[in-house]
């Protein structure tokens, strides 16, 4: 009689990496997930709390006009600005979730050489956060100052350059590309305030982004004027 022996499959290396990997991403895939319905913390961010609710601001749109035309330099504190769009800013959320999506307010963080715009909504009645950074470059050239504004934060990490951070979705940090999901809220955002943009922005020679305050400077060469207006 033969002896015969049974002979087990052996799982070779490469199923056991492949099996993790799997698991690998999808327990990342997971802690995405959390973060991103996580709301991001906006208590550093001033104009918005409690300190601020009997506070308010100037009108900044006359502001931005009378700093263009007298040609003298402002500084905006980020308090100033927050309390602007909370005076100003009337929005809804409107088509299919308009039952189950409540618009909240838009914020700005303002840090060196970056600013964040935040849209803060009440998803069935959890807070829910989404952010695009803005980024303002600037070079002397023969014929002025050349200005460029990006809507990234920079890379996303050092080994892929070209990889820029976006903004955040709830506290995740995001590809710029995802962007694409949120923009029409945020040119909506733009549109009304297309005057304040418009002087505050196009009309400016120089703008300088600051912690806690953007600086705007209306003057081709820097101007001779020393005066700095602080609101």
Not at 163 to 172: A, C, T, V
Request: aromatic letters at 8%.
């Amino acid at each position: 009689m033969s002896d015969e022996r049974a002979v087990k499959p052996r799982s070779g290396c490469l199923g056991k990496f492949l099996t993790l990997f799997a698991m690998a991403g999808i327990g990342g895939l997971g802690v995405a997930l959390w973060f991103l319905f996580q709301p991001q913390d906006l208590s550093d961010i001033a104009g918005i709390g409690p300190a601020s609710a009997s506070k308010s601001s100037r009108n900044l749109q006359a502001v931005l006009k009378s700093s263009v035309e007298r040609a003298y330099p402002i500084t905006l504190s980020e308090e100033e600005i927050n309390l602007y769009l909370r005076q100003t800013l009337e929005a809804k959320q409107g088509g299919l979730l308009g039952s189950a999506v409540e618009f909240q307010r838009v914020c700005v963080r303002l840090e060196e050489d970056l600013a964040e715009i935040v849209m803060e909504r009440s998803v069935m009645g959890y807070p829910f956060t989404v952010s695009m950074f803005v980024r303002v470059e600037q070079s002397e050239t023969l014929q002025g100052v050349e200005r460029s504004v990006f809507r990234d934060g920079g890379p996303y990490m050092e080994e892929a350059p070209r990889l820029r951070r976006g903004g955040r979705f709830g506290k995740l940090v995001v590809p710029q590309g995802f962007l694409l999901l949120v923009l029409p809220s945020f040119e909506k955002f733009a549109a009304v305030y297309r005057k304040e943009i418009g002087e505050g922005v196009e009309e400016m020679s120089r703008i300088t982004l600051q912690e806690g305050k953007l600086v705007l400077d209306p003057r081709p060469d820097g101007g001779t004027n020393s005066a700095l207006e602080t609101f």
